[in-house]
């Protein structure tokens, strides 16, 4: 887990000079260089006695072939509206994550590593290659700065917000989390989605230790990895095709789709719905200074008080 989380946290903290970096190697060595995503998987496997040179194949594979075919949608689209190639790979590890495809490479109880290495394979394509412009996954501290370019209305500039600091993505987090939490709850009751622990204020209280350390599980392992996905990849690139609001709108209704077969072995409508409702408030976030940390945070505090109380 160490070696998938280190490749995450140097993105979120320096992406933008890993791609300068990266942009200076010669080009078969920025393509191949990814097949080292392999090593955790071989690392693991072989710890367990379980390797298997299929998964060792695809682990090696996939990763450079997503680089090559950003490197090939960089230069055939430099203006970044969005490729073809893009779309095919953000299907691809769509649905590798939602319909389990290579969950079984990995033993029980650690096939999360198997989401940390798709996570990690589409930082290095879509930043390090093919540099797409306005993600927002920064989670460096860097106070009071002031934007250094606005997106314009019409949806034709893309650049990269400046980082406003961690207070601005706490206060557009919390505030989106203020817009969406009562009526998700009233809704999701509404239809017996969720129902009130009966332990609903003594069990909790009394384990602040332990509720603490499920929001930053949230927030690291489900939060920021699904809002990097749906907001800073997915919506990010509908923007530039169909303008903000059908953007917000198109990548809500994927973001709960999603969500078709979770606490369900059937189609599960009611997650469906809730999911895409939260999914608005989740982009508005996202989208107010285009930073991944303020989503993750109307995310993650949703998440958190469903798990704690409901």
């Known amino acids: 887990m160490a070696m998938e989380l280190s490749v995450a946290v140097a993105f979120g903290v320096a992406a933008e000079p890993i791609a300068r970096a990266v942009a200076r190697w010669p080009r078969a060595l920025r393509i191949v260089f990814p097949a080292l995503f392999v090593l955790p998987y071989a690392a693991v496997s072989i710890s367990q006695h379980s390797l298997s040179?299929?998964?060792?194949?695809?682990?090696?594979?996939?990763?450079?072939?997503?680089?090559?075919?950003?490197?090939?949608?960089?230069?055939a689209?430099?203006?970044?509206?969005?490729?073809?190639?893009?779309?095919?790979?953000?299907?691809?590890?769509g649905l590798a994550v939602?319909?389990?495809?290579?969950?079984?490479?990995?033993?029980l109880g650690l096939r999360a590593l198997n989401e940390l290495l798709l996570v990690d394979m589409g930082l290095y394509g879509f930043l390090a290659i093919r540099r797409l412009s306005g993600t927002g996954f920064d989670f460096c501290p860097d106070w009071g700065r002031k934007a250094s370019a606005a997106k314009s209305e019409d949806g034709k500039a893309y650049e990269q917000k400046g980082r406003s600091g961690?207070?601005?993505?706490?206060?557009?987090?919390?505030?989106?989390?203020?817009?969406?939490?009562?009526p998700i709850l009233i809704l999701g009751l509404a239809l017996g989605f969720i129902h009130p622990h009966?332990?609903?204020?003594a069990g909790n209280l009394a384990g602040l230790g332990g509720a603490a350390l499920r929001w930053i599980e949230i927030f690291f392992f489900t939060a920021v990895p699904e809002e990097l996905f749906?907001?800073?990849?997915?919506?990010?690139?509908?923007?530039?095709?169909?303008?903000?609001?059908?953007?917000?709108?198109?990548?809500?209704?994927?973001?709960?789709?999603?969500?078709?077969?979770?606490r369900s072995a059937r189609f599960?409508?009611?997650?469906?719905?809730?999911?895409?409702?939260?999914?608005?408030?989740?982009?508005?976030?996202?989208?107010?200074?285009r930073r991944v940390p303020a989503s993750a945070i109307t995310h993650?505090?949703?998440?958190?008080?469903?798990?704690?109380?409901?």
């Open 198 to 201: 009966r332990s609903f204020l």
């Open 166 to 182: 961690k207070t601005h993505d706490w206060k557009i987090g919390l505030r989106e989390l203020m817009f969406l939490t009562p």
């Open 77 to 93: 689209d430099p203006e970044q509206r969005g490729n073809w190639r893009d779309g095919m790979i953000l299907l691809v590890l």
């Open 53 to 75: 040179w299929k998964w060792f194949g695809l682990y090696a594979g996939l990763p450079a072939l997503v680089a090559w075919l950003l490197d090939r949608a960089a230069a």
């Open 230 to 262: 749906f907001r800073a990849w997915v919506q990010n690139l509908l923007e530039r095709r169909v303008g903000r609001g059908a953007a917000l709108g198109i990548a809500s209704v994927i973001f709960g789709l999603s969500h078709f077969n979770k």
């Open 98 to 107: 939602d319909l389990r495809w290579f969950d079984s490479a990995w033993p």
């Open 268 to 289: 599960n409508w009611g997650y469906v719905l809730l999911a895409t409702i939260a999914g608005i408030s989740y982009g508005r976030a996202w989208r107010e200074q």
């Open 300 to 310: 993650t505090c949703l998440d958190w008080i469903w798990s704690l109380w409901f």
